[in-house]
């Protein structure tokens, strides 16, 4: 977190490794364990109403398990695969938690889209990095578009 007012930076959570594993604790049950694993390209919104992050998928660059420091300089390796993600994590700013909210745990899923314009708990887009989200106040609902992944990326996904 970043604070304008003393122009410093507070680490919150999360280790200070590169590591690539998600850690799925309970979907829906705030964890002190459970955290999504490092990953780029990902969205992320605030939700004023919890007080809270909400971070949509992005990939992990696998690297053969070669995680390490903050320094580590991987520039000395070349990444293996890449593994994209359709999880929801929500990171409460007050209590510093992680609660997995919804996706799979798996990475390289394909999406579930049902019916369009029906709502449904079983849908879910698929695994993907640079996607667009909006949060809309309002409608208390997460707005995703397109993106780069897994499976088809010119979609228009709502989760309410």
Not at 53 to 80: Q, V
Not at 122 to 145: C, E, I, K, Q, W
Request: charged share 15%; net charge negative; with cysteine.
């Amino acid at each position: 977190m970043y604070s304008f007012n003393s122009n410093q930076w507070t680490w919150l959570a999360g280790d200070d490794v590169i590591i690539g594993s998600n850690d799925y604790a309970l979907k829906g049950i705030p964890s002190d364990s459970g955290a999504p694993g490092g990953r780029e390209s990902f969205s992320m919104i605030f939700q004023a109403k919890t007080n809270s992050l909400l971070l949509f998928g992005g990939y992990y660059h696998d690297y053969g398990g070669k995680n390490g420091i903050l320094d580590f300089d991987r520039s000395l390796f070349t990444a293996t695969s890449l593994e994209y993600y359709n999880d929801v994590w929500q990171f409460n700013l007050t209590s510093y938690m992680y609660t997995w909210q919804l996706g799979d745990s798996s990475p390289d899923m394909a999406g579930r889209y049902g019916t369009k314009g029906i709502a449904s708990t079983f849908n879910h887009p698929g695994a993907r990095g640079y996607s667009s989200t909006v949060y809309h106040p309002g409608l208390d609902a997460v707005y995703t578009f397109g993106g780069e992944g897994f499976d088809i990326l010119s979609n228009l996904s709502k989760c309410e």
